[in-house]
């Protein structure tokens, strides 16, 4: 059971890390085409409508930056995340599986599809990942006026 979860930890972490790319290369790839059009933008006897274009080419690459950014920093913290250690309560790189849900304790992904379920990878700076913070199987806590219920942390 204990190499079950390890390498279900191990094969989640490694979905995450390629969703966080495919975020990564989509940010790149937008910055490319904004800075594309931004480029080939001719001036034309409307200057205003010239200067508009442009700056709103710049203002979305600034955009996908700040995703691009966002994006490598997730990658940074769910690299940080060690995947061979089963936690007996919750902190980071923990899998807590609850009565209303699941959660990998790691980046700020969100609700992901994993291997026919559903699980929310959450930032540890998260405010549920910080209610569950330190709890164990068998513990409950109120979030958003629901009663969770912990069945399983590793």
Request: one cysteine or more; aromatic letters at 6%; proline letters at 1%.
């Amino acid at each position: 059971m204990t190499t079950h979860k390890i390498a279900y930890k191990k094969n989640l972490h490694q979905h995450c890390i390629a969703l966080i790319q495919q975020r990564i290369d989509a940010a790149l790839q937008a910055m490319q085409n904004a800075q594309a059009a931004a480029n080939s933008e001719e001036k034309s006897s409307a200057g205003d409508k010239y200067e508009t274009s442009r700056a709103m080419s710049h203002l979305e690459k600034d955009m996908h930056a700040r995703q691009l950014a966002a994006n490598q920093n997730e990658l940074a913290a769910l690299g940080a995340v060690d995947c061979n250690t089963l936690h007996a309560s919750v902190t980071t790189g923990s899998i807590v599986v609850c009565n209303e849900a699941s959660f990998f304790i790691a980046a700020g992904l969100g609700k992901i599809s994993f291997e026919d379920g559903i699980i929310y990878v959450l930032s540890p700076n998260a405010p549920v990942a910080k209610s569950l913070l330190h709890k164990v199987a068998g513990n409950s806590l109120i979030f958003n006026n629901k009663i969770i219920f912990i069945k399983e942390v590793f």
